[in-house]
């Protein structure tokens, strides 16, 4: 029997309702988002913002925070020395490089820097922003892995100090049997590049937020792609303007997200990120992680707090992040396809541009025991796409053929006998008869307990 291959599939992004609303450009959401360019024309329109809003010398402030090396470093010197523009994408780290979109945005941003090169005829270089700032420990410390027996779930244990940014919280000593696990579920591999990277890597004694950039890295410079790392002192330095204009305009940013919150509910959507009372979108950092300034402090921080200390919360990240590259387009999953309806909000309210932000690829990765598996089970990758069916389908496949055949008895049993009482009733010559209409009702109300038994039958399976 021959080894089934790779699958790699072109699928539908998905998201949320909003998020679905975006992509297809609905009228209805059109003045949330940045417009889409829709000729070269207003492509170049766009490349000129970019390049103007920071003239010379972003990449000088930022070099040690990309620390680029080979094709990546000189993409970003092209840009910088001859009046290019950056696509970006980023994530917050993930145990082993975290889910498979992480490298789907990337390998998407690249594609689409290297088709404005081509278009615009000015450098156009990808860039990975790597959200070590995040403090979601939860959310970083685990990931899933297809094995031949199933899906496996690695993850490392609780830390002793939680709330930590992802760039100071250390990796534990159960790294080594982690890495292990990982290894035996790829088996025999074409390539063991990022095996090697992951195994160099995600070492004992590193930080989560460390590992994850060396591993970005290694990978994605290679393919002209640079990472910054967020937590960078240049990063903090360079954004230290804009996020202090934030605390600055603390209170009309906060009432310009509740308008838009408001907005995107009249619409019949569902806001991706609540507005929080009293919080500013920015924080500072403290010994013990990371804090919201509240608005009733944002003057005072915004004029006290020391150069670097502070940081962007998620709807204001873009907006930083714009301020401080130039950046033509952001490529983003669903869920911040879903926040940048807030995000121009935010932006507007600051006095900054909005930031434009473009769907991923979206591909489904089916691996060869996966595919087998599949066919054994006579499934198919869109029978997912209800994340019921599947179940349902086996339950049905696993009850017994008789108890099948009796239920199909029963139903064929009922039908005729009802049936045949409807026609004694319409042919009236039987006055002690009910009515047809009876007999119809009664005949859907066993038609109901035989489908609710099918159900129990398929349940227990």
């Excluded at 450009?25 to 360019?37: K, T």
């Excluded at 305009?249 to 991706?272: V, W």
């Excluded at 309806?341 to 690829?361: D, K, N, T, W, Y």
Aim: aromatic content about 4%.
């Amino acid at each position: 029997m021959p080894v089934p291959e790779l699958q790699i599939l072109t699928s539908s992004l998905g998201g949320s309702a909003l998020a679905r609303a975006a992509i297809r450009g609905d009228s209805q959401v059109s003045g949330w988002y940045a417009p889409l360019p829709a000729d070269v024309d207003g492509w170049r329109e766009r490349a000129h913002a970019a390049m103007s809003r920071l003239g010379s010398g972003w990449l000088e402030r930022l070099e040690p925070a990309f620390d680029a090396t080979g094709e990546a470093a000189a993409n970003l010197r092209r840009v910088a020395q001859q009046g290019g523009v950056l696509v970006t994408t980023g994530q917050q780290p993930g145990l082993f490089g975290g889910p498979a979109y992480a490298w789907v945005k990337a390998m998407s941003a690249a594609a689409l820097a290297l088709e404005l090169e081509s278009m615009l005829g000015i450098p156009v270089a990808p860039v990975f922003w790597a959200a070590t700032d995040d403090t979601d420990f939860a959310e970083a410390s685990d990931t899933w892995i297809a094995t031949p027996s199933g899906a496996e779930h690695l993850v490392l244990p609780p830390t002793a100090t939680p709330g930590r940014m992802l760039e100071h919280t250390e990796l534990p000593p159960e790294m080594d049997a982690l890495r292990s696990r990982l290894r035996a579920a790829c088996g025999s591999c074409v390539d063991d590049v990022p095996l090697r990277v992951v195994d160099e890597a995600w070492q004992e004694g590193r930080t989560i937020g460390d590992a994850y950039v060396r591993q970005l890295r290694a990978l994605l410079e290679p393919l002209g792609m640079a990472v910054l790392n967020a937590t960078h002192p240049a990063v903090r330095v360079s954004m230290d303007a804009v996020v202090r204009r934030a605390l600055r305009e603390a209170p009309a940013a906060d009432a310009a997200i509740s308008e838009r919150c408001s907005d995107i509910e009249e619409q019949g959507f569902t806001p991706q990120v609540s507005p929080v009372p009293g919080l500013s979108l920015v924080f500072e950092d403290s010994p013990d992680g990371k804090a919201r300034i509240p608005i009733a402090d944002a003057d005072s921080r915004a004029a006290n707090a020391s150069t670097g200390s502070l940081g962007p919360n998620v709807l204001l990240r873009p907006v930083a992040e714009q301020a401080i590259l130039p950046t033509i387009a952001y490529v983003a999953g669903p869920g911040e396809l879903s926040y940048f309806a807030e995000v121009s909000a935010v932006a507007r309210a600051i006095g900054e541009p909005v930031p434009l932000a473009l769907p991923r690829h979206s591909i489904t990765i089916v691996e060869p025991h996966v595919r087998r598996t599949l066919e054994r089970l006579g499934l198919a990758p869109d029978d997912f796409l209800d994340a019921h069916y599947p179940e349902r389908k086996l339950a049905r496949e696993a009850v017994p053929a008789e108890v099948t055949a009796k239920v199909a008895e029963l139903r064929a049993a009922v039908d005729g006998a009802m049936t045949a009482l409807e026609r004694l009733s319409e042919d009236g010559t039987d006055s002690a008869l009910p009515p047809p209409a009876v007999f119809r009702g009664a005949a859907s109300q066993m038609e109901h307990r035989i489908a609710r038994l099918e159900r129990r039958v398929a349940a227990a399976a």
